[in-house]
């Protein structure tokens, strides 16, 4: 077969709520009974495998004609050696785009909306079938792609971990983290459910939610000040973190609770936990940095940026 472009095509994609229960329960039929002996609707799992698969197929029979193709399962995405020039295709959810993005460098990623009935996808601008329009338009240098900023966190052992929405820095169980925070000349020793450090792209989401709440209380307690959207481009070179809960006593403050971080910038968060510190990125708990007593991380404005295909 005779391909327009000799650069390799990579199609990420991913185990359904099906495939899931079938690994999990054996077959189809085990699967179905635990669903519906529970409540559950197993027709709504069968329609969302099928059309993720029929989605896949769309995907691969069009990039198949067109370059030499890959397809790799999510799970194989950490250790995956991706080329300098290859084009990346995820067809999934908001999260699988971001879980793909931080683990590339100059490649340019197109995020896949399988359902759009069902998936809204900030990140999955695109259907299967519009890859014949999107992928061409690519290669012949007329179709944009966004910046999008991206978290690092970086351990005192040289461990390294990228954040596309955001990353948390706490204990596993989202219990009690102690640790101390150093911002600037200043350092607080704090116990809090974890600290939150979010992108432009993820200031939408958990950092919201966060924000939210904290306005929540601020109404109960009668301030009449008006706040504005804690949201900004999601290529502004600057990150926010924002400390969960912090809990003031004797030996503990909550002073340095939020705040951000610029070009150059950084934050350094010291871990006074014994058993279970973990640092993850974009919710992805099993795909993580241990962070006990003696790890120090520094979070900063990663050196690198994904490129989203708009």
Same mark, same amino acid.
């Given at each position: 077969m005779e391909h327009k472009t000799d650069n390799k095509i990579i199609l990420i994609t991913c185990k359904t709520r099906l495939e899931n229960l079938?690994?999990?329960? $054996? *077959?189809? #039929?085990?699967?179905?009974?635990?669903?519906?002996?529970?409540? /559950? %609707?197993?027709? %709504?799992?069968?329609?969302?495998? +099928?059309?993720?698969?029929?989605?896949? =197929? !769309?995907?691969? #029979?069009?990039?198949? @004609?067109?370059?030499?193709?890959?397809?790799? %399962?999510?799970?194989?995405?950490? $250790?995956?050696?991706?080329?300098?020039? %290859? &084009?990346? !295709?995820?067809? /999934?959810? +908001?999260?699988? !785009?971001?879980?793909?993005? =931080?683990?590339? *460098?100059?490649?340019? &990623?197109? /995020?896949?909306?399988? +359902?759009?009935?069902?998936? +809204?996808? !900030? &990140? &999955?601008p695109f259907r299967a079938e519009d890859l014949k329009l999107i992928v061409p338009d690519l290669y012949r240098g007329v179709r944009k792609t966004k910046s999008v900023t991206l978290a690092k966190a970086t351990l005192n052992d040289g461990q390294v971990l990228y954040g596309v929405n955001d990353l948390f820095i706490g204990r596993r169980t989202h219990a009690s983290a102690r640790y101390s925070i150093t911002v600037g000349e200043r350092t607080e020793v704090q116990s809090s459910s974890g600290i939150i450090v979010s992108t432009g792209l993820g200031s939408t989401g958990w950092l919201k939610s966060v924000v939210a709440g904290a306005r929540g209380i601020e109404r109960y307690f009668g301030s009449e000040r008006k706040s504005e959207s804690v949201a900004f481009p999601w290529d502004a070179r600057k990150l926010v973190f924002s400390v969960r809960e912090p809990y003031p006593s004797r030996s503990t403050g909550a002073d340095i609770v939020f705040g951000s971080i610029s070009e150059g910038g950084s934050i350094t968060v010291d871990s006074y936990m014994a058993e279970e510190g973990v640092i993850f990125s974009d919710g992805m708990e099993e795909d993580?940095?241990?962070? $006990?007593?003696?790890?120090?991380? #520094?979070?900063?404005?990663? #050196? =690198?940026? @994904?490129?989203?295909v708009v």
């Amino acid at each position: 077969m005779e391909h327009k472009t000799d650069n390799k095509i990579i199609l990420i994609t991913c185990k359904t709520r099906l495939e899931n229960l079938v690994y999990r329960y $054996n *077959t189809v #039929e085990q699967a179905r009974f635990y669903i519906e002996h529970h409540g /559950g %609707d197993f027709s %709504d799992y069968a329609a969302e495998h +099928d059309t993720y698969c029929r989605a896949v =197929k !769309v995907c691969l #029979e069009f990039l198949q @004609g067109f370059g030499r193709v890959a397809q790799v %399962d999510r799970a194989f995405v950490p $250790n995956y050696l991706f080329g300098a020039d %290859d &084009l990346v !295709v995820a067809v /999934g959810r +908001d999260g699988l !785009v971001a879980n793909v993005m =931080k683990y590339l *460098t100059t490649q340019r &990623l197109i /995020g896949v909306n399988p +359902d759009p009935g069902r998936w +809204d996808g !900030v &990140l &999955l601008p695109f259907r299967a079938e519009d890859l014949k329009l999107i992928v061409p338009d690519l290669y012949r240098g007329v179709r944009k792609t966004k910046s999008v900023t991206l978290a690092k966190a970086t351990l005192n052992d040289g461990q390294v971990l990228y954040g596309v929405n955001d990353l948390f820095i706490g204990r596993r169980t989202h219990a009690s983290a102690r640790y101390s925070i150093t911002v600037g000349e200043r350092t607080e020793v704090q116990s809090s459910s974890g600290i939150i450090v979010s992108t432009g792209l993820g200031s939408t989401g958990w950092l919201k939610s966060v924000v939210a709440g904290a306005r929540g209380i601020e109404r109960y307690f009668g301030s009449e000040r008006k706040s504005e959207s804690v949201a900004f481009p999601w290529d502004a070179r600057k990150l926010v973190f924002s400390v969960r809960e912090p809990y003031p006593s004797r030996s503990t403050g909550a002073d340095i609770v939020f705040g951000s971080i610029s070009e150059g910038g950084s934050i350094t968060v010291d871990s006074y936990m014994a058993e279970e510190g973990v640092i993850f990125s974009d919710g992805m708990e099993e795909d993580h940095l241990s962070f $006990n007593s003696g790890s120090s991380a #520094e979070i900063r404005i990663a #050196e =690198k940026s @994904g490129m989203l295909v708009v």
